[in-house]
């Protein structure tokens, strides 16, 4: 069934639609506080990609694992519209089954061996629309941001959706006011 389909089938369900790209995918390997193997496709999730504020790219996938839901947030800062790339470092979240959330804290630990991005058709609300598809792996754990355990996203291999807004402009750093004496 074509994505447009399952998206209008979904909204009147009043489920979640699943991704809007035919052929989207994760697979991630997971060891650590939890162990599970994630094999998912279009239909099987929701994703959703961006321009990064702080530039790069920012893709969203989530969906059901065998211990329940999971979100995964790959934050690649290093790659421009249309550019393929290796050796990309990535800032990885994940959000476990029971809200539980990791975070490698940074970019290091985590690396792109290979990117590729494939301009599609403009939607109608502004911005070009790509494909990405990107393999890699971790070496360091995503610590929990509560408590001591850790997981570590062994491999993964994407196929997203990224929207580079044509007229974006990032929001102006956050402020904090002055202490007071």
Known sequence: MPASALLLAAA?????PPCPLDGAVLHARLAGAVA????WRATDMQ???MRRADGGMRLRFTGAGTHGE???VFGIPDVAEGAAGSALPVNLTVIAPGGRVYGT???E???VDDLQQVRLADGTGGGHRWQVKARGFCLGPARAIVGDDALLVTTFELT???L????FTAPPPATRAAPRP
């Open 164 to 167: 580079w807004e044509a007229d």
């Open 12 to 16: 009147v369900a009043g489920a979640p």
């Open 47 to 49: 994703c959703e990609g």
């Open 105 to 107: 804290r940074g970019a």
């Open 160 to 162: 997203g959706l990224v």
């Open 70 to 72: 999971w979100a995964f």
């Open 109 to 111: 630990r985590c690396t």
């Open 36 to 39: 599970e193997e994630i094999a």
